[in-house]
């Protein structure tokens, strides 16, 4: 009897002890995540701030276009700060996804070099720009179009990413961030 009663007590420490790890755990957790996702918050509203709108204009002047690339490099730079704020916050409760979510923002940087490509070369012809242009070359054209496909794969491709996390948050993280 009492072999057991000290193997029971034993059983009992043990579960107590593994109870007050998970209990650590989690505050750790729920700790880091509202870090995460302050950082996240901040850097939602820098973002915002910058405004960048994805929509192509026909203006015919370099300087514009020169304006252009420096508003986007400044909102990819941010952009990218984000998304990997955000990559940092899904790494804390699931691997796998934060990993498919990592590739995401390598496919955004891919998308917004080749953005940058095609800004700097109707930088270099902006009168390429417009549509209305009955004398356009077929290069002309190619180069509006590629630039009109760039952006919005560009946009497409950042509203799957902020629709995904927007999911996993709601699914994984709200009620860890929410808890009391």
């Given at each position: 009897?009492e072999?057991?009663?000290?193997?029971?007590?034993s059983?009992?420490?043990?579960?107590?002890?593994?109870?007050?790890?998970?209990?650590e755990?989690?505050?750790?957790?729920k700790k880091?995540?509202?870090?995460?996702?302050?950082?996240l918050a901040k850097l939602?509203?820098?973002?915002?701030?910058i405004?960048f709108?994805?929509?192509?204009?026909?203006?015919?002047?370099?300087q514009?276009?020169q304006?252009?690339?420096?508003?986007f490099?400044?909102?990819?730079?941010?952009?990218?700060?984000?998304y990997?704020?955000?990559?940092?916050l899904?790494?804390?409760v699931?691997?796998?996804q934060?990993?498919?979510f990592?590739l995401?923002?390598?496919k955004?940087?891919?998308?917004?070099?080749?953005?940058?490509?095609?800004?700097?070369?109707?930088k270099?012809n902006?009168?390429?720009?417009?549509?209305?242009?009955?004398?356009?070359?077929?290069?002309?054209?190619e180069?509006?179009?590629?630039?009109?496909?760039s952006?919005?794969?560009?946009?497409?491709h950042e509203?799957?990413?902020?629709?995904?996390f927007?999911e996993?948050?709601?699914t994984h993280?709200?009620?860890?961030l929410?808890?009391k």
């Open positions: 009897m072999k057991s009663c000290s193997k029971l007590d059983k009992l420490f043990i579960a107590e002890k593994f109870r007050h790890i998970m209990t755990e989690l505050e750790k957790l880091s995540a509202k870090e995460y996702s302050d950082n939602g509203k820098e973002l915002a701030k405004q709108n994805y929509k192509v204009i026909e203006n015919t002047t370099e514009y276009w304006k252009r690339i420096n508003e490099k400044k909102y990819n730079e941010k952009g990218t700060e984000y990997t704020q955000a990559h940092a899904m790494n804390l699931d691997k796998e934060s990993g498919l990592l995401s923002i390598s955004l940087r891919q998308l917004g070099l080749k953005l940058l490509t095609n800004m700097e070369e109707v270099q902006p009168s390429i720009i417009k549509s209305k242009d009955k004398q356009q070359s077929k290069w002309s054209k180069l509006r179009e590629k630039l009109i496909e952006s919005n794969a560009c946009l497409h509203m799957d990413m902020n629709k995904s927007r996993f948050y709601e993280l709200k009620n860890i929410e808890q």
